[in-house]
């Protein structure tokens, strides 16, 4: 069983019930704190495995100075490091360019998986514990999917 569904049976009350129990809410941003991380850690080894030492230090510190809610926001400043290392400093996620389409590709795949799994086990999608826009019907995915957006 992968490790979100573990987090996905701890949750199958807290997610529902976030805003009217305060516990519940900080047992939501204290998993995203975990997700966060997650996601940081695996962005610092691959920068690693590729020679960006300078990098995947920065990102290890930024691993450690997380917070409940990642409420200093580690997860952008990782990312900017993060993409940048990658694909150079003028790199950003809102330009229109042949990257961004392949990785916004690349999410939707990961996005649907998740919102398949979710579903067949019986969880709603739009509940999610950070992500929580009304416009968005696949909050919990996009929560799970973090770590794997790297």
Known sequence: M????IIMEALTVCVGSRNNYPGL???A???WALIVRDKIIQQASLLKENGHIREHR???QYYDEVQTGDKTNREAHAAKVYFNALFGDEFSRKDDSAINAALNYGYSLILSSF???IVSRGYLTQLGLHHHG???PF???SDLMEPYRH
């Open 2 to 5: 992968p490790s979100w569904l």
């Open 25 to 27: 809410r900080n047992f």
């Open 29 to 31: 941003k204290k998993v």
């Open 58 to 60: 920065m990102l290890v």
């Open 115 to 117: 919102n398949k799994d």
């Open 134 to 136: 009304s416009f968005n």
């Open 139 to 141: 909050n919990l995915s």
